[in-house]
Nanobody, 123 residues
């Protein structure tokens, strides 16, 4: 079992930055692929980024490439999402999620989810 708790969301102006954190419980955190997803009002949950357990591989959706960076600290059982050059269209509830084995972008393939943290970008 893995329990996930997100933090770091908030209100920021367009062009600004935020860093989201996701703290995980469980002794095997280092063996999980960690992903970030987001869901805007009236829209489906969408994949944002993921990082492999070995920290060797990362994957991003096209709309955030060059602006967002996913990282993890296995010693602290924490995964981060650094978000720069934020746009109003980045406004959403952001969720972290965990799964075993390999990186995938489909939300249905992730086994554990946090409660989400709101990110609002004003124009």
């Amino acid at each position: 079992q893995v329990q996930l708790v997100e933090s770091g969301g908030g209100l920021v102006q367009a062009g600004g930055s935020l860093r989201l954190s996701c703290a995980a419980s469980g002794r095997t955190f280092s063996r999980y692929v960690m992903g970030w997803f987001r869901q805007a009002p009236g829209k489906e949950r969408e994949f944002v980024a993921a990082i492999s357990w070995s920290v060797g591989s990362t994957y991003y959706t096209d709309s955030v490439k060059g602006r967002f960076t996913i990282s993890r600290d296995n010693a602290k059982n924490t995964v981060y999402l650094q978000m720069n050059s934020l746009k109003p269209e980045d406004t959403a509830v952001y969720y972290c999620a965990a799964r075993s084995v390999k990186i995938v972008s489909a939300s249905r393939e992730y086994d554990y989810w946090g409660q989400g943290t709101q990110v609002t970008v004003s124009s």
